[in-house]
């Protein structure tokens, strides 16, 4: 059989830009990612490596700058960068999304604008929706942009968790704004923040604070931002209309759980290598324990699950690219891939036995980071009730017919 992760029916290109970033992993990533991890360091030397591959342009369309890649690619890709080193595929992932929301909902001068310097990653995207005591009720939102007598907004309000939130330059942002809407997803809107890279006082009215100290996903800056009655042109509001900003998010965020799922299944291959690799090295009672038959089943376990896992993520990414819905199945990918990811991790790590314990082996790291796939992008039980809605709707039974 082929290693696990295979994907059938790619193109020649497809094919080729996955041999160059596996081999970049292989180079610049793997042997690097422990120190860099426990250091807590931004991975600089990296990323710059990353803008000259072109990953920071991967989707966006030639016309600006980019290679016009598929989603499909970009989750492969995602997939490979992650085996080698999670942190370094949340760099690309936010600045992936606020490129997508340009190129599916910004005017044509929106993306004239950002597009081309998105593409070398001069201009290096963030999206923010979480707020300090939000959670995944996205109506919530109390960030406000209040509409000023010259046409402009004034913002006001803090976000929480925002990824590349120091690094990043241009950040889409979530507010309330009085449109005058029943629904309280439609009083929401999306704006196009400009600020300068760092920490501290980044613009005018916008703070940020600092990174915040996590138990994984190290190296990359996650960051609080502070907005304290900043003023922005109208035209910053994404796609030119206000009210639009639910929708314009939710479609972002299909596209994150694709890149969650694709980041999950890459920790869980990686966990798999570590683990069949270690189980024919280590030996017990005269043979390596790859040979006893509870290891064993273990490690066909694992290799099912990462199968399964890539299966479920390249479909919805398909699905996306044939412009078909998929919230369903982006949520059943995010869902298995996350929850799979951990038992496969874990199973790794009890494959380790006392080794794995130690900060010496990358599984220790693949262990914290593992965590974080159940919660980026909705919770597992958020997913349940995306997907279990949805079932009922597709199975509804007729009034007064009984099963």
């Known amino acids: 059989m082929a290693r696990l992760a295979q994907t059938e029916g790619l193109t020649e290109t497809q094919e080729e830009i996955l041999e160059v970033v596996h081999q970049f992993v292989e180079e610049q990533i793997i042997p690097v990612a422990q120190e860099l991890e426990h250091s807590d360091s931004y991975p600089q030397e990296i990323v710059d490596g990353l803008k000259e591959l072109g990953v920071f342009g991967l989707t966006i369309p030639e016309e600006y700058g980019g290679l016009g890649e598929s989603l499909l690619t970009y989750a492969l890709v995602v997939e490979e960068i992650a085996r080698g080193w999670m942190s370094v595929s949340g760099v690309i992932n936010t600045h992936f999304i606020v490129a997508y929301l340009l190129m599916r909902h910004g005017t044509e001068g929106q993306r004239a604008k950002y597009l081309p310097k998105m593409a070398t990653g001069e201009v290096r995207g963030a999206f923010s929706m979480s707020e300090p005591g939000l959670g995944s009720d996205v109506s919530a939102v109390s960030m406000k942009a209040t509409k000023l007598d010259d046409g402009g907004y004034e913002i006001t309000g803090s976000k929480m968790w925002v990824t590349n939130g120091g690094t990043s330059t241009l950040v889409a942002v979530l507010t309330k704004t009085d449109e005058g809407a029943e629904s309280a997803y439609q009083n929401l809107t999306t704006f196009l923040v400009e600020k300068t890279p ?123 690219d044939q412009g078909k819905r998929m919230d369903v199945e982006a949520g059943m990918a995010k869902m298995l891939a996350s929850e799979y990811c951990n038992e496969v991790v874990e199973a790794s790590f009890s494959i380790h036995g006392g080794y794995g314990y130690s900060k010496e082996y990358e599984i220790e790291r693949l262990y914290r980071e593992a965590a974080f796939m159940l919660i980026g992008e909705g919770t597992s039980d958020i997913q349940k009730m995306i997907i279990g809605r949805a079932l009922l709707k597709e199975y509804a039974i007729e009034a007064g017919r009984g099963v």
């Open 198 to 320: 760092g920490f501290g006082d980044v613009e005018q009215g916008i703070i940020v604070p600092g990174k915040i100290d996590k138990m994984g996903y190290k190296g990359i800056d996650t960051t609080e931002m502070v907005f304290d009655k900043h003023k922005i042109a109208a035209e910053q509001i994404l796609g030119g209309e206000p009210g639009k900003g639910f929708y314009q998010m939710m479609d972002g965020v299909e596209v994150g759980r694709v890149n969650v799922a694709a980041r999950a299944c890459g920790i869980a291959n990686r966990a798999f290598e570590l683990g069949i690799d270690y189980a024919q090295q280590r030996q017990t009672f005269g043979k390596p324990i790859a040979q006893h038959q509870a290891i064993l089943f273990r490690l066909a376990e694992m290799a099912t699950k990462v199968e399964t896992a890539h299966t479920m993520m390249v479909r919805a990414a398909r699905l996306k």
